[in-house]
């Protein structure tokens, strides 16, 4: 599996930015997706994740209420939108694809299939 995750940039405080996870290579629609980042000098972190069908959806506390994921099976494609953003946003974003089996999706050794990562920059 090939994952593209897109849609990073540069954005004030309080904007949006939607990010995009484009799978290739073969069908994700039977595999959790999830979102981490990683601010420099500090460790991959979760934020989000989506169950197979879309029927659960996890978050990180820190952007609960602010954040929605989703996803589209037809397109073999996962989405972040990320509202009201704010400067400890600034990340790389990261979209992965659980293993088979797993159950914490919340933790990187769960993920055996990465995208390249888009960069995510909030400005005060």
């Known amino acids: 599996v090939q994952l593209q995750a897109s849609g990073g940039g540069l954005v004030q405080a309080g904007g949006s930015l939607r990010l995009s996870c484009a799978a290739s290579g073969r069908t994700v629609s039977t595999y959790t997706i999830g979102w981490f980042r990683q601010a420099p000098g500090k460790e991959r972190e979760f934020v989000a994740a989506?169950?197979?069908?879309?029927?659960?959806?996890y978050y990180a506390d820190s952007v609960k209420g602010r954040f929605t994921i989703s996803r589209d099976n037809a397109k073999n494609t996962g989405n972040l939108q990320m509202n009201s953003l704010k400067p400890e946003d600034t990340a790389v974003y990261y979209c992965?694809?659980?293993?088979?089996?797993?159950?914490?999706?919340?933790?990187?050794?769960?993920?055996?299939?990465w995208g390249q990562g888009t960069q995510v920059t909030v400005s005060s």
């Open positions: 992965g694809i659980q293993r088979v089996g797993g159950l914490r999706y919340q933790e990187v050794v769960e993920y055996n299939y």
């Open positions: 989506i169950s197979w069908n879309g029927g659960k959806t």
